[in-house]
C-alpha cells in the first residue's frame, strides 16, 4: 500500500462547472503526480509538483491547474469542465528515481 | 506524440505459453525503462525495471529485454498464467533531471486463456 487517497473515486459533472480532485498521501514524498488514462492513449502526465507550491506542467496541461499547499496534499482543478476532460485520474507518488506508486484512480465524466 | 510506441494494443495467449509486449522509442536521453503492470478498476502497480547498460532483467516469469541500439525493449512473460491478465505499460523516464517524470506506451491488454 502506497499510502495514497484519492477522492472523489467518482463524479458526473456537467460541462463549464469546476471540479477537484484530491490526492492526499501519508508518507511525506517530495514528488507527487497527476496523470490521465485514456484509451490508446496509456497515461499521459497533467501536471507535477516537487514540493510545496512547487509545480509543473506535464505534456497535457491545458484546462488543468494544481495546487500544493501541504506536503500531503495536490489538488488537481479543472476550472470549466470540458467533455474531453472525461477520463480516469490517477495520482501517483515517487518513492525513487523512475518509481511511481500510483493511487485508484478518480473516474470522471463530463456531461 | 507518442514518445515510447507499444504493441501489440492487445494479446490473447494460452495458459503456458509466452506473451511478448513490445515498445520502441525515440527520445535517446532516456535513461529508466519500467514496465507496470495494471487490473481493472486499479492502478498501475511498478512490475520490473531495466536500465539502459543492461540487455537484459529477468524476475521471476517477467524477464525484459533492452536493445539499445535499435531502440526498443520488451517484456516477456513466460508461463502465462490466467492471473496475469491485465494491461501492461511500458514507460520511460527523460533523464534523472526529471525526477520521476515517465512518458508511457498506450498499453497492451493481456489475456490469458485457462
Known amino acids: 500500500d502506497a499510502g495514497i487517497t484519492q477522492s472523489p473515486r467518482h463524479k458526473v459533472t456537467e460541462t463549464g462547472t469546476p471540479v477537484t480532485l484530491r490526492c492526499h498521501q501519508t508518507?511525506?514524498?517530495?514528488?507527487m503526480y497527476w496523470y490521465r488514462q485514456d484509451p490508446g492513449h496509456g497515461l499521459r502526465l497533467i501536471h507535477y509538483s516537487y514540493g510545496v507550491k512547487d509545480t509543473d506542467k506535464g505534456e497535457v496541461s491545458d484546462g488543468y491547474s494544481v495546487s500544493r499547499s501541504k506536503t500531503e496534499d495536490f489538488l488537481l482543478t479543472l476550472e470549466s469542465a470540458t467533455s474531453s476532460q472525461t477520463s480516469v485520474y490517477f495520482c501517483a507518488i515517487s518513492k525513487g528515481p523512475g518509481e511511481l506508486f500510483f493511487g485508484e484512480g478518480s473516474r470522471l465524466t463530463v456531461l | 506524440q507518442q514518445q515510447v510506441k507499444q504493441s501489440p494494443q492487445s494479446l490473447i495467449v494460452q495458459k503456458g505459453g509466452i506473451s511478448i509486449i513490445n515498445c520502441a522509442y525515440e527520445?535517446?536521453?532516456?535513461?529508466?525503462f519500467p514496465w507496470y503492470q495494471q487490473f481493472p478498476g486499479k492502478g498501475p502497480a511498478l512490475l520490473i525495471a531495466?536500465?539502459?547498460?543492461?540487455s537484459e532483467k529477468k524476475e521471476g516469469r517477467f524477464t525484459i529485454s533492452f536493445n539499445k541500439s535499435a531502440k526498443q525493449f520488451s517484456l516477456h512473460i513466460m508461463d502465462s498464467q490466467p492471473g496475469d491478465s491485465a494491461t501492461y505499460f511500458c514507460?520511460?523516464?527523460?533523464?534523472?533531471?526529471?525526477?520521476?517524470?515517465?512518458?508511457f506506451g498506450e498499453g497492451t491488454q493481456l489475456t490469458v486463456n485457462p
Open positions: 531495466i536500465r539502459p547498460d543492461v
Open positions: 508518507e511525506n514524498h517530495r514528488y
Open positions: 527520445n535517446t536521453a532516456f535513461d529508466y
Open positions: 514507460a520511460a523516464r527523460s533523464g534523472e533531471t526529471s525526477g520521476s517524470r515517465l512518458t
